[in-house]
């Protein structure tokens, strides 16, 4: 649409000057189409956002191009892309009072410039201001599904990212679960073996009873701290 915009002003300004060579009010149809070009330049460094910069912008666009359009009613057909910047800028009910009024002022240049009355004058602008506002909105719902859409998939793929981190631990939890119990079990087997043995050499051998009893207690210490 960028485009668009500066293939129709160049159009205008090359219709005027073929048209009209000579003109006085030529020096100022140069000067505010430069003008026109480099307002319309700054408006995406200004974002989307409805601020009071982007409004005021707007309204100095839409200003330059209505004094152009007085001054040279072919500048008219500039106002499609405007169109779209207004349906852009404003909230929905001011976007389509300001495309009416333009629309308004299109179908008025136009008259001034033709020189015999055509029904296509009354027609066609407000035609065209219609498609471009029932493309917009088109497009604006479709733009809308899509950030519905990737916001679904961000979400979908965050839960799915936590599911797994809570499997993950899950399974840790498990695998040390396991590792705890064998590593118990290994243990108390070991102190049983040794204390069955001390008791039935207390009474023949106690020196060595009392060296089981004090291996199984090592054992049942180191169990407790890997455990902890």
Request: charged residues 15%.
């Amino acid at each position: 649409m960028h485009t668009a915009f500066f293939l129709l002003l160049g159009a205008s300004v090359a219709r005027f000057l073929l048209r009209h060579p000579g003109s006085p009010s030529t020096p100022w149809i140069i000067a505010l189409s430069i003008a026109l070009a480099l307002l319309y330049v700054l408006g995406p460094a200004l974002g989307a956002a409805p601020t009071v910069r982007r409004l005021l912008w707007l309204g100095l666009v839409v200003a330059v191009w209505v004094v152009l359009v007085v001054l040279a009613p072919s500048f008219a057909w500039c106002a499609v892309p405007l169109f779209f910047t207004a349906l852009r800028t404003l909230p929905p009910r001011a976007a389509v009072v300001l495309v009416a009024l333009l629309t308004v002022f299109v179908v008025a240049a136009q008259l001034k410039l033709s020189r015999e009355f055509d029904p296509n004058l009354l027609l066609a602008p407000p035609a065209i201001a219609a498609l471009a506002t029932a493309v917009f909105v088109h497009m604006e719902r479709q733009a809308a599904s899509q950030r519905a859409l990737i916001d679904d998939l961000i979400r979908t793929r965050r839960e799915l990212a936590a599911t797994e981190r809570r499997e993950g631990t899950l399974a840790e939890r498990q695998r040390l679960s396991m590792e705890i119990h064998d590593t118990l079990a290994q243990h108390l087997s070991s102190q049983q073996m040794l204390l069955q043995a001390a008791d039935r050499t207390w009474d023949s051998d106690p020196a060595t009873a009392r060296a089981h009893v004090r291996t199984a207690t090592g054992i049942a210490a180191r169990g407790l701290a890997e455990a902890r």
